[in-house]
């Protein structure tokens, strides 16, 4: 039987999983490159074939995560009138975001301390304003069109609902709900509390 080994992108994409799933685990600092190395039973000099520092694999799943997320707003609010249209469209594209990058998230909430004071991560700020900014133009859309509450505080709003759109990926799998159902429950809970 003949094996196939992996390409250097495919080898590179698994330590990179496998370094996400560590530091969703133990945490970012708490994770050392000798435990990356030995989940992907290599050497950990061999680890540095294919990056530069712990801090490498970081930004590669950070800025992929934030990427894709911004990706998705963009497109979301983009020749999209509507604002409530738009809001559902990030909500379901930040949903499927999420559920792919879970270690990104989970780095995210348990390391901002440490990812937001070191100058190679300077674009998480950059990206967190932009997300913010988007939510908040589009609910403030939604006030000034009258499909929302005229006393709706914005900033709240949208930190409420980032952090509620953000919890389930700490739910393991659930065989209750599906991620449509959540999405759809949060949705209807969304619109028929700030529907003006």
Not at 31 to 60: C, M, N, P, Q, W
């Amino acid at each position: 039987m003949v094996t196939q080994s992996k390409s250097p992108s495919e080898r590179r994409a698994h330590l990179v999983r496998l370094a996400g799933d560590l530091f969703a685990e133990k945490g970012f600092r708490a994770t050392t490159v000798r435990e990356i190395a030995d989940a992907a039973g290599i050497l950990s000099g061999s680890l540095y074939h294919h990056f530069d520092s712990k801090e490498s694999i970081g930004d590669e799943i950070l800025s992929a995560f934030l990427e894709d997320v911004l990706a998705g707003y963009r497109e979301a609010v983009r020749d999209t009138p509507d604002p409530r249209t738009a809001i559902e469209q990030i909500v379901r594209s930040s949903t499927a975001n999420l559920s792919r990058h879970r270690a990104a998230l989970t780095m995210l909430q348990n390391d901002w301390n440490y990812f937001s004071g070191q100058p190679r991560f300077a674009y998480l700020r950059t990206a967190m304003k932009e997300i913010e900014q988007t939510w908040i133009e589009q609910l403030e859309r939604g006030k000034q069109t009258g499909q929302f509450r005229a006393d709706l505080d914005t900033r709240l709003t949208y930190r409420l609902l980032r952090d509620i759109l953000w919890l389930p990926t700490s739910w393991r799998s659930s065989a209750t709900w599906s991620t449509d159902q959540i999405i759809d429950g949060l949705l209807r809970l969304l619109f028929d509390g700030i529907r003006a």
